[in-house]
């Protein structure tokens, strides 16, 4: 009885609070629905993202961090992250890195068909691969008991449980992102909450900021490297996955958001595919 309460109160906080949320983006879109109308159409400047290949990248990970995967699927993310990594991370011992898949090792490879040689692929590199790992009891799985890590990443994570009414899809993959921002904090690295990083606005001309894009921001210097461990969530930034309100959810999991970046996908990458998909940092407070 009491862990169906304790599941009725959650399920009741969050579609409370999904609720409020989605009032207030109705009323926040009028607005700028107003607003667009008054100012009439914007400048080519102005209207137009910069292309992926003048932005600078992020890099969530410093060589020296201790990396745990959550869901990785097929290992596409992991062979990426091992075998064609960026210049910051290429020092990152392959030992450091624990990638996990909730299939077992028979199901994965029989459900993507280049899994087997990816797995192969990262054994022989000396990346430790665990199957069965369910993101929301990571306690139960006897390989993880009583480690840290300083990075715990968990790319495009969905309940794939196929509902089609939208509003218990989203409260279904609030309930699971919960369950799993709590279920990760024992095994994230202690030490001070890291500093909350805020988008930097584009200063100067063209010429100016193209300097600066040569470059790759590396979030973790020799300051955040002492802080506490993070978690890194990778969702699509289109809805439903916007709807799925991450920030409310993530104070549910006594936690905060320390950063948020995009993600561009160029060229022959070896890494799963999305449309502009943001990163989410979180820390546990």
């Not at 292309?51 to 596409?76: H, W």
């Not at 459900?111 to 022989?124: H, M, N």
């Not at 973790?220 to 409310?248: F, H």
Request: charged share 20%; glycine share 8%.
């Amino acid at each position: 009885m009491a862990k169906g309460g304790k599941k009725n109160s959650l399920k009741a906080a969050l579609s409370s609070q999904q609720s409020r949320l989605k009032k207030k983006q109705g009323a926040t879109h009028a607005v700028q629905q107003a607003q667009r109308a008054r100012s009439g159409p914007q400048s080519k400047r102005t209207g137009k993202a910069a292309p992926p290949s003048q932005i600078r990248p992020t890099i969530p990970f410093s060589s020296t961090d201790s990396i745990l995967l959550i869901g990785e699927g097929n290992f596409s993310f992991a062979r990426a992250l091992v075998c064609s990594p960026p210049e910051p991370l290429q020092f990152l011992p392959p030992s450091n890195v624990t990638a996990t898949a909730y299939d077992t090792e028979e199901g994965c490879c029989s459900k993507y068909p280049d899994a087997a040689e990816i797995i192969t692929t990262l054994r022989k590199k000396g990346v430790e691969i665990i199957f069965g790992v369910d993101a929301t009891k990571l306690d139960k799985c006897p390989s993880l008991r009583g480690r840290i890590f300083d990075r715990i990443v968990w790319n495009f994570p969905h309940a794939g449980k196929g509902i089609t009414d939208q509003d218990r899809n989203i409260l279904t993959n609030q309930i699971l992102l919960l369950g799993f921002l709590r279920s990760v904090a024992p095994f994230l690295v202690s030490g001070p909450i890291p500093v909350i990083q805020k988008p930097r606005k584009r200063k100067g001309s063209d010429e100016e900021d193209s300097g600066d894009d040569e470059k790759t921001n590396v979030l973790d210097n020799d300051a955040s490297r002492k802080a506490r461990g993070t978690i890194l969530i990778t969702l699509r930034n289109v809805t439903p996955y916007t709807l799925w309100y991450i920030s409310p959810v993530s104070l549910l999991g006594d936690g905060l958001i320390t950063n948020t970046f995009s993600v561009f996908c160029q060229g022959p990458s070896q890494a799963r595919k999305a449309s502009t998909p943001a990163v989410i940092s979180w820390a546990k407070t």
